[in-house]
């Protein structure tokens, strides 16, 4: 098995539903991840493609995970708690000048890793999709000179090294 991994994160409701998806999908495939009650499972596009592997989730058990824009606002603190310099990308390409800006506020919440910092940078990206629509589609990082990429879909682009890492940072109740 591959060192990179596709990950489609997903909420589990109870621990034992870890069992069983290990026992769907087998051990190399199921990536456990405790702080965020979640679990991520692996897919690529050649022998294990997503579609496949969401005919045999029991949603009954467990719930995408999407990451919202106050989800990734956690994410990037953590991220800058222990810090990671973050790399963020949004839905659209921004003007010269809300990149500048919206750098700024991160240079800025790198520099003080303080919460009132991070409601600043909130104000930033608010007034970014307020004027342009554009709103966060990613937060990556690098860990090992390996790019960790957290898409909004609940898609995760990690190593196996990260995964621990991976975990604390998903861990929303940081804060």
């Given at each position: 098995?591959s060192?990179?991994?596709?990950?489609?994160?997903?909420?589990?409701?109870?621990?034992s539903?870890i069992?069983?998806l290990?026992?769907i999908?087998?051990?190399d495939?199921?990536?456990?991840?405790?702080k965020?009650?979640?679990v991520?499972?692996?897919y690529?596009?050649?022998?294990?493609?997503l579609?496949?592997v969401f005919?045999?989730?029991?949603?009954n058990?467990?719930?995408?995970?999407?990451?919202?824009?106050s989800?990734f606002?956690?994410?990037?603190?953590?991220?800058?708690t222990?810090?990671?310099?973050p790399?963020i990308d949004?839905?659209?390409?921004?003007?010269?000048?809300?990149?500048?800006?919206?750098?700024?506020?991160?240079?800025?919440?790198?520099?003080?890793k303080?919460?009132?910092?991070?409601l600043?940078?909130?104000?930033?990206l608010?007034?970014?999709?307020?004027?342009?629509?554009?709103?966060?589609?990613?937060?990556?990082?690098?860990?090992?000179?390996?790019?960790?990429?957290?898409k909004?879909?609940?898609?995760?682009f990690?190593?196996?090294?990260t995964?621990n890492?991976t975990?604390?940072i998903?861990?929303?109740?940081?804060l």
């Amino acid at each position: 098995m591959s060192s990179n991994l596709n990950l489609k994160i997903m909420s589990i409701y109870k621990n034992s539903t870890i069992k069983k998806l290990t026992k769907i999908f087998g051990e190399d495939y199921v990536f456990p991840l405790p702080k965020s009650k979640a679990v991520g499972l692996s897919y690529n596009y050649d022998d294990r493609e997503l579609r496949t592997v969401f005919e045999k989730i029991p949603f009954n058990e467990t719930q995408q995970l999407y990451i919202t824009p106050s989800h990734f606002l956690r994410i990037i603190f953590n991220l800058i708690t222990l810090g990671i310099k973050p790399s963020i990308d949004t839905n659209i390409e921004l003007s010269y000048e809300d990149k500048q800006i919206l750098e700024r506020g991160i240079y800025n919440l790198y520099k003080t890793k303080d919460p009132e910092t991070l409601l600043e940078l909130q104000q930033i990206l608010e007034e970014i999709e307020e004027e342009q629509g554009a709103y966060l589609a990613s937060v990556s990082f690098f860990n090992n000179n390996e790019r960790v990429s957290l898409k909004a879909n609940g898609i995760i682009f990690t190593d196996q090294s990260t995964i621990n890492l991976t975990d604390e940072i998903l861990n929303y109740r940081a804060l």
